[in-house]
């Protein structure tokens, strides 16, 4: 009889093999070896004749190609049919678009993190920097965010002029159109010092610069559009828009109704074959002053004129705002954010077929063409207009707390102050790392489609947190709009970045996740196009081939779960420093997704893509291991300093633990409650360990927040520091902390009866009479109380000043932008 010890051998055995995940050749070989040697031992007794039915039973049918293909494979392929989820054009040309990289990491359930940290940091070009320096800083000096937003509801005629001038409508078009051909890290700083100080402005160069005509010219178009249009974009002579929405198809862009019809038709005098549109758009930025109107509409050819194709499909065009038929220039008014964003209609507009972007070749390609462009687009605008608002927060709000006193000491020495002050800044740190590994994935070739979607919804929806913390830290200060203020806007618009490029609802629902599982996953896509394969001998040759490496996977990743949560992951091989354990905890995470994700896909099969709240939990774990990533690799790039630890760490605590909760969620709500059961043994064998940050690390993250620091300095780094309101409040922060300790002896004085007066100024003044104080002391105390007055100090208005003024003088009009 085999012993028990051969038992252990037996299972070591086999959890060393899943771990590391050995090649089928290996595992039958060492379970072959160990059988010999059982063999050797105890000769042939019931157990070893028994031992070897098994071996033979098992790897025998896995390892001899056309059994596993007719017993295993086959059956799988059939079953894997009958499940797979139906997908809508669509939804096919949206998965299959962009490039993955990092997030694919975090899917294999066993992230390479050397090769992660060996990526070079960020960095700019020189050019990039001088312009920064230069343009960038004169431009965020000259606006005025109260009088664009209040009294103009637009960005001045000289500031336009400015902004086509210096080339800010030409970022990443390349020098040889004339434009900058800067990076995507380079834009997004660009961006982030913009939006810092006015949101108009930095939305108002965004929009060129993302989703919209250029970049699809770049990639797609012509060379006789890019020779025309391209150079006339770079120097503003061209103002574009880019209409995809509609009044019934926002993010549902397949149901749009707006369509063109391929006809004969006259244009210039001549009789060609053209497109006459139909459409109506709306919430189109730059569409009021656009010069040029990217336009993506449904395609049909009902006299086939192009082909044996009656429904072509979403495709992109370029026209002219002057074609007769269309209706521009009304305005929506976001939220009190006044870049230009409006409708535009089409009736009957007939166009030249070789309008499309990329000519005729392009025709019914345009929702792909959106796609890849998106994948990239999505990681750089709306994440850096976040990022922006969330440094000026963090670096103001922090000396805020310092400034403003009650009860006789400083708000930000409250914890219930302290608490919200930790989030703004490691929420902050969050977003910045997240964006940084996002861009610097772009710069390198890459169209992170899911990574771009992680960032934006993650980086948009933690810019609404810490824009709720921001008000509720500054009171009636925040709320009382006018020229000091310089969080209100910014709060009334975190909801715009919500709602545009993806509604963040529909990003968490269906995308991260669902455009996740497909193109991060190892072996899902291999699957799906040998299951798509017409011819059954390839489609089952294909097929068995991933299917085969995916059951290995998904065995391998359930003893990982379960050994990392046994040994709470000290076993990991990580890099070394303070940050090691966070390595290790997110590889055990990672791995405990991966098998997760397999479990969910086989009990749920095509019913996931409906599930929605399964798959957002799903998507938020592999969200909330990317951001772990970020911080870490972050971290690692800033030179490791150890005076930012304390935010660092607060933020990888927030990451691992709401990966936990939303494991708890999944398992809470798993319709199978045995299978629910054996993964909580399986994923928490020690049950769930991680907790919220303490409160001894939110203090010390505060403390580091309501001081001159230099952690807080690198936490606000990129933002336009020096404009008058941020400048005053560094200004009064200094001058607070100077004055503390002679406020001290001043209040000690008063309570000894020294000094009687009713105000602190009039003890002040007191003790400086009775040389309690030095003049040099009393000086720099009423300094101080002169800086915290002007800093807490609200705007107030007359009925008459509160109006509107209209700036549109005959000299201001739209061609004038």
């Not at 293909?69 to 939804?91: A, C, D, G, K, W």
Request: proline share 5%.
């Amino acid at each position: 009889m085999i012993g028990f010890s051969w038992f252990i051998a037996f299972l070591i055995v086999f959890c060393v093999l899943a771990y590391q995940r050995a090649s089928l050749i290996i595992w039958t070989g060492c379970f072959a070896l160990l059988m010999i040697f059982v063999t050797k031992f105890h000769g042939l007794a019931i157990g070893t004749i028994l031992g070897w039915i098994v071996f033979l039973a098992i790897f025998v049918p896995l390892d001899v190609a056309s059994w596993r293909r007719r017993f295993i494979s086959q059956p799988l392929l059939n079953f894997y049919r009958h499940v797979m989820p139906t997908m809508s054009r669509t939804e096919r040309e949206a998965i299959s678009a962009g490039t993955v990289t990092w997030e694919g990491d975090l899917f294999r359930g066993n992230p390479n993190w050397r090769h992660l940290l060996s990526h070079p940091p960020a960095k700019l070009t020189d050019e990039e920097q001088a312009f920064l320096d230069g343009p960038v800083e004169i431009l965020c000096q000259a606006l005025n965010d109260w009088d664009i937003t209040h009294n103009r509801a637009d960005l001045p005629p000289d500031i336009w002029k400015f902004i086509k001038d210096n080339g800010f409508f030409g970022l990443i078009i390349p020098k040889q159109y004339g434009g900058k051909q800067f990076s995507a890290y380079a834009h997004s700083q660009i961006l982030i010092k913009l939006n810092g100080v006015s949101i108009t402005a930095g939305s108002s160069i965004a929009v060129p610069n993302s989703l919209g005509p250029a970049e699809l010219l770049l990639h797609y178009g012509t060379e006789q559009q890019k020779n025309y249009y391209l150079p006339r974009l770079a120097r503003g002579e061209d103002v574009p828009c880019f209409a995809l929405t509609s009044p019934v198809a926002g993010s549902d862009a397949g149901a749009m109704i707006d369509h063109g019809i391929i006809c004969w038709g006259e244009h210039h005098g001549e009789k060609i074959v053209g497109i006459r549109l139909n459409f109506d758009k709306r919430y189109i930025t730059l569409a009021p002053i656009a010069t040029v109107i990217g336009l993506a509409f449904k395609l049909y050819d009902p006299d086939h004129l192009l082909g044996k194709k009656e429904d072509i499909g979403i495709t992109c065009a370029l026209i002219p705002r002057n074609m007769p038929g269309i209706k521009i220039g009304r305005r929506h008014f976001p939220l009190n954010t006044a870049f230009q964003n409006g409708p535009i209609q089409g009736k009957d507009i007939f166009i030249p077929i070789d309008w499309i972007i990329g000519g005729k070749e392009k025709a019914g390609k345009g929702w792909g063409m959106l796609m890849e462009c998106l994948a990239t687009g999505r990681a750089i605008s709306l994440p850096a207009s976040a990022v922006g608002g969330a440094k000026v927060l963090s670096y103001a709000t922090g000396a805020y707390a310092r400034i403003r006193k009650q009860f006789n000491m400083p708000i930000g020495r409250f914890e219930g102050v302290e608490e919200s002050l930790a989030r703004i800044a490691a929420f902050t740190y969050i977003m910045d790392s997240a964006r940084t590994l996002a861009t610097v994935a772009i710069d390198s070739g890459e169209k992170p489609s899911v990574a771009s979607a992680i960032v934006k919804y993650h980086v948009t929806e933690l810019g609404r947190k810490i824009a709720l913390d921001g008000m509720d830290i500054h009171g009636g200060k925040g709320i009382c709009l006018g020229p000091n203020n310089y969080i209100g806007r910014g709060y009334e618009a975190a909801p715009i970045a919500i709602t545009v490029e993806g509604a963040n609802i529909l990003t968490r629902n269906m995308i991260i996740f669902g455009q996740g599982v497909i193109r991060c996953h190892p072996y899902i896509l291999p699957e799906l196009q040998a299951a798509g394969l017409q011819n059954p001998k390839a489609a089952l040759i294909a097929f068995d081939r991933a299917v085969i490496k995916h059951i290995g996977f998904g065995i391998s990743n359930m003893i990982r779960s379960l050994l990392l949560g046994l040994t709470s992951s000290f076993i990991v091989s990580a890099p070394k420093g303070k940050m090691k354990r966070y390595y290790q905890q997110a590889t055990r995470f990672s791995s405990a997704f991966a098998f997760i994700a397999d479990v969910s896909m086989l009990v749920f099969g095509g019913s996931l893509k409906r599930r929605e709240n399964i798959s957002a939990r799903l998507g938020d774990i592999l969200s909330y291991l990317y951001l772990l990533s970020a911080v870490l690799k972050q971290y690692h790039d800033q030179g490791e300093n150890v005076d930012d630890l304390p935010i660092v760490r607060y933020a990888c605590l927030h990451c691992l633990f709401e990966i936990q909760e939303r494991f708890d969620e999944i398992l809470k709500n798993f319709p199978n409650r045995w299978i629910a059961w054996i993964l909580k043994i399986l994923i928490f064998p020690l049950g769930e360990r991680f907790s919220k940050p303490r409160d001894t690390i939110t203090h010390k993250v505060a403390q580091l927040l309501i001081a001159p620091t230099e952690t807080r300095q690198r936490l606000a780094a990129g933002a336009c520091l020096q404009k008058n309101v941020l400048a005053d409040i560094q200004d009064a922060l200094i001058k607070t902390i100077a004055s503390e300790p002679i406020e001290k002896i001043i209040k000690a004085a008063k309570k000894d009866g020294i000094v009687t007066g009713y105000s602190l100024v009039e003890q002040a003044q007191e003790a400086l009479d009775k040389n309690v104080i030095t003049v040099e002391n009393f000086d720099l105390f009423m300094q101080a109380e002169e800086a915290r007055k002007k800093t807490i100090a609200v705007d107030d208005f007359t009925n008459e000043e509160l109006e509107r003024v209209v700036y549109l003088h005959a000299d201001e009009t739209t061609t004038n932008r």
